[in-house]
Nanobody, 123 residues
Framework: QVQLVESGGGLVQAGGSLRLSCAASASARTFSSYAMAWVRQAPGKERELVAVISGSGRSTTYTDSVKGRFTMSRDNAKNTVYLQMGSLKPEDTAVYYC??????????????WGQGTQVTVSS
């Protein structure tokens, strides 16, 4: 069982930056076994995988719309993953969820989820 808590969301102007954090309750040894993902959901839209990182941190995958603007990383010693978001656009506005799974998935079907953090980008 993994519990996830996101932080760092907020209101930012277009072109600005935000860093999201997600802290996991698992032990360090267990945490490194999990692939971690950021998934977002905008009003009236389906959930969309934004980025995923492997347990070791060596592999990452991004959805096309955020490539070159967002960077996902993890610190297994701190049981935390991050999403550094830059050059933000109004269309990035969504609730951002942290998710975990033993499998590295490029879909949004993850086993464990946080409560989400709101990101709003004003034009």
């Amino acid at each position: 069982q993994v519990q996830l808590v996101e932080s760092g969301g907020g209101l930012v102007q277009a072109g600005g930056s935000l860093r999201l954090s997600c802290a996991a309750s698992a032990s360090a040894r267990t945490f490194s076994s999990y692939a971690m993902a950021w998934v977002r959901q905008a009003p009236g839209k389906e959930r969309e995988l934004v980025a995923v990182i492997s347990g070791s941190g060596r592999s990452t995958t991004y959805t096309d719309s955020v490539k070159g603007r967002f960077t996902m990383s993890r610190d297994n010693a701190k049981n935390t993953v991050y999403l550094q978001m830059g050059s933000l656009k109004p269309e990035d506005t969504a609730v951002y969820y942290c998710a975990a799974d033993l499998a590295y998935k490029t879909s949004s079907r993850y086993a464990y989820w946080g409560q989400g953090t709101q990101v709003t980008v004003s034009s």
